[in-house]
C-alpha cells in the first residue's frame, strides 16, 4: 500500500452506527487508510470480517454509551476521532407523530448523540476531532419529518457548544449534513418499498445536481473535517449536492 493511501496510520477512531451506510464507508477508508477503528452498532453481525472492533450498543441506553467509554479505554485507550453517526427518523406527518416516535426520536438523535460525546470526549487526545452526522432537513421544513428535523437542529446546536467547551484541549468539534444520500433505507425506517421508492424519486428531482448522493462522498467529507481542516471548528459542513444552499438548477 503506497504512503499516500496510509494516511491515518497511527489514528485511532470511534464511529458509532458504523456497520452500514454511511458510517460503514468511513470505517472502511479509516482502516484502508491504516487507522485502528473500534465500530458500534445495534448488533454486530453487519460488521462480520471488518478488520475492526465491534461492539453491540444502543444509543438510546446511558448504560451502553457508558460501556462503550470502557470497551473504548481498554481496547483503544484514547483516540483521535469520535464519530457520531447514530440516526432514527420516520416519514410521519405532525398528526401521525405518537409520544412514542417524538420520545425514540430524540432519544437516539439527541440524547444518544449528546451522552456519548460526553462520555467519550475526556478520552479524545488533545487535536482531535469529534464529527456529528446531521441533516439537511435541520434547516428546511420537510414534509413528514418535524420530529426529526428538531431533533438534529439540536445536534447543531451541539456542535456548536461542545467546539467551545473543548477548544482549550484543542479537540475541533464540527457537524456534516447530509442530502440525500444513496443507503438502503435512505435513512429513514418503517417505510414500504413503494413510498421509498417515491422518496428517492423526489430527492433526485429537487435536488440541483439531480442525483443522491454516495456514502463515500459523505466519508470524504466527515474524513476532511476529522483531519485536514485543522483550523475548523464549529463548523456544519453540506454533502446535499446543493440542495440546502440556495442553488437552484
Known amino acids: 500500500m503506497g504512503i499516500q493511501e496510509k494516511n491515518y496510520l497511527g489514528k485511532k477512531a470511534v464511529v458509532t452506527g458504523g456497520t452500514h451506510g454511511m458510517g460503514r464507508a468511513v470505517v472502511d477508508k479509516l482502516i484502508e487508510g491504516g487507522a485502528e477503528v473500534l465500530l458500534t452498532g445495534r448488533t454486530t453481525e453487519k460488521a462480520e470480517g471488518v478488520k475492526a472492533h465491534a461492539i453491540a450498543s444502543d444509543a438510546a441506553s446511558l448504560t451502553d454509551i457508558a460501556n462503550l467509554k470502557t470497551e473504548v479505554a481498554q481496547r483503544l485507550q484514547t483516540i483521535d476521532l ?9 416519514l410521519r406527518e405532525i398528526q401521525d407523530v405518537t409520544e412514542e416516535d417524538y420520545g425514540h426520536t430524540f432519544d437516539v438523535n439527541t440524547k444518544g448523540a449528546f451522552f456519548t460525546a460526553q462520555k467519550l470526549a475526556p478520552l479524545i487526545n488533545e487535536g482531535g476531532s469529534i464529527i456529528f452526522t446531521t441533516s439537511i432537513a435541520q434547516t428546511g ?7 426529526y428535523s428538531g431533533a438534529k437542529a439540536a445536534v447543531r446546536s451541539f456542535g456548536r457548544s461542545f467546539a467551545a467547551e473543548l477548544a482549550p484541549r484543542g479537540i475541533r468539534v464540527n457537524v456534516v449534513s447530509p442530502g440525500f444520500i444513496d443507503t438502503p433505507s435512505m435513512g429513514v425506517t418503517g417505510v414500504p418499498q413503494d413510498v421509498l421508492d417515491v422518496f428517492k424519486q423526489q430527492g433526485d428531482e429537487i435536488t440541483p445536481l439531480k442525483r443522491h448522493g454516495t456514502a463515500n462522498e459523505v466519508a470524504a467529507a466527515v474524513l476532511f473535517l476529522a483531519f485536514e481542516a485543522t483550523f475548523t471548528t464549529g463548523a456544519d459542513l453540506p454533502v446535499d449536492g446543493g440542495l440546502g444552499q440556495g442553488v437552484s438548477a
Do not use: D
Open 141 to 147: 421544513g420537510a414534509k413528514g419529518m418535524s420530529a
Open 82 to 90: 469520535l464519530f457520531i453517526n447514530v440516526g432514527h427518523a420516520t
